[in-house]
């Protein structure tokens, strides 16, 4: 994807604008500015340099800035759904990682405001997403924008490889799903997605840390692009399991989301079609809840308006023959980047990551969720597909 002119925001969505820039927080402040037509705006920001250097840029600018810092605790339900800000902001304002963005972007203030976002590492890309996730004690919740703008800048990204990588896997992981999810619900055949989650992956190959900044903003732009082209349906399988995972094993979810994803798509690549549709057999959901809320911690995930797994299981059986099917026509191994991803895959995160999960609490979780929650097409086409339980066996 060759490189964009600082011309303005570029439309990528119906609901997101997309620039880069090269003048870092000089271009915020006026983006800002002209937004908020120089009234006060809310500001989500570290206490790191970035932030401060934002907060002082449109200090600068002449514009009035309410910080709200995520140092402690990170991103609060409770605090982005409840906490009264004056009514005099005019625009929200996002700058930093994956939390600030989910932040600015979930923030309901009582009126429709713009927001814009700035990340300043590559974990941030979340920020071309729609949507935000939040874990709670019992639930996902799942929280659409009201729209926003994004002003990416190259060099402010040097961090968060592990998590970039996972965000454009987590992507490529949804569209793969709303291929499936539209040959259930609605007849459709899965080819054009899984072509792009092809074509996805082979953007990423040689991914390196040198390079990281540059290669992962292409991909998330062009696989942002397509993605509006192809107006596909997207589903949340790696976002949630990340979530799971993070009730599990404490931490940040952002953190999880890489291992999140590129177990499903080692799973996808390595065994969708290795294994016999006979290995699935119809799930026990009553006893399977009672193992996926001791392994998660957390409460039941049956959602009352949804149908258990078991539910139409014959005719999702016979979907899930079809899709495996168009999967091997249009998809090869050689296509995924496998090799690249896992020297980023097996690198030790920070003190703030907590524990990795193993791969045996990987697959479980994926098996029991598959199983009890509705809505997921690809974690359920696994746990159909009879792929965990061999694996499951050997870990």
């Not at 990170?74 to 932040?103: C, F, H, N, R, T």
């Not at 729209?147 to 987590?170: C, P, Y």
């Not at 998660?296 to 495996?324: H, K, N, Q, V, W």
Request: aromatic share 6%; charged share 25%.
């Amino acid at each position: 994807m060759e490189k964009k002119e600082d011309d303005g925001m570029e439309g990528y969505s119906d609901r997101i604008r997309i620039a880069t820039t090269e003048d870092g927080f000089r271009r915020l402040a006026e983006e800002v500015k002209e937004t908020a037509h120089g009234g006060k705006v809310l500001l989500f920001a570290k206490e790191d340099r970035a932030g401060k250097e934002a907060a002082t840029a449109l200090t600068t600018a002449g514009v009035p800035v309410i910080k709200q810092s995520l140092e402690e605790g990170g991103v609060s339900i409770d605090l982005l759904l409840s906490k009264e800000y004056p009514e005099s902001i005019l625009a929200v304002v996002g700058v930093g990682g994956a939390a600030e963005m989910q932040a600015a972007k979930s923030v309901r203030i009582g009126r429709v405001l713009p927001r814009i976002l700035f990340p300043t590492d590559l974990s941030a890309l979340n920020a071309l997403d729609e949507r935000s996730f939040f874990s709670t004690k019992g639930d996902v919740l799942t929280f659409t924008t009201e729209g926003h703008a994004v002003l990416l800048d190259k060099k402010m990204l040097t961090s968060g490889v592990r998590e970039g990588v996972g965000w454009v896997l987590a992507r490529l992981i949804e569209i793969a799903d709303g291929g499936y999810q539209g040959l259930i619900e609605e007849g459709k055949s899965p080819t054009d997605a899984l072509t792009l989650f092809r074509e996805g992956c082979a953007l990423l190959q040689g991914v390196r840390e040198e390079d990281a900044a540059e290669r992962l903003m292409q991909t998330a732009l062009l696989l942002q692009d397509r993605i509006r082209e192809k107006a596909l349906t997207l589903s949340d399988s790696a976002h949630i399991l990340s979530f799971l995972i993070e009730k599990r094993v404490g931490g940040s979810a952002v953190s999880y989301l890489f291992a999140a994803a590129y177990s499903l798509l080692c799973l996808y690549a390595r065994y969708l079609g290795d294994l016999p549709l006979e290995h699935a057999v119809p799930p026990d959901p009553v006893k399977n809840e009672e193992k996926l809320r001791d392994l998660s911690g957390i409460g039941s995930l049956t959602f009352s308006e949804m149908p258990l797994y078991a539910d139409l299981y014959a005719e999702r059986f016979r979907l899930t023959a079809e899709y495996r099917e168009d999967f091997s026509e249009c998809f090869s191994d050689s296509f995924l980047p496998l090799s690249a991803l896992c020297r980023v895959y097996r690198r030790k995160g920070g003190g703030k990551e907590g524990v990795a999960p193993s791969a045996n609490e990987l697959l479980a979780l994926l098996s029991l969720t598959g199983e009890l929650v509705s809505g997921y097409p690809l974690i359920k086409h696994i746990k159909m597909s009879g792929i965990l339980e061999p694996l499951l066996a050997c870990c």
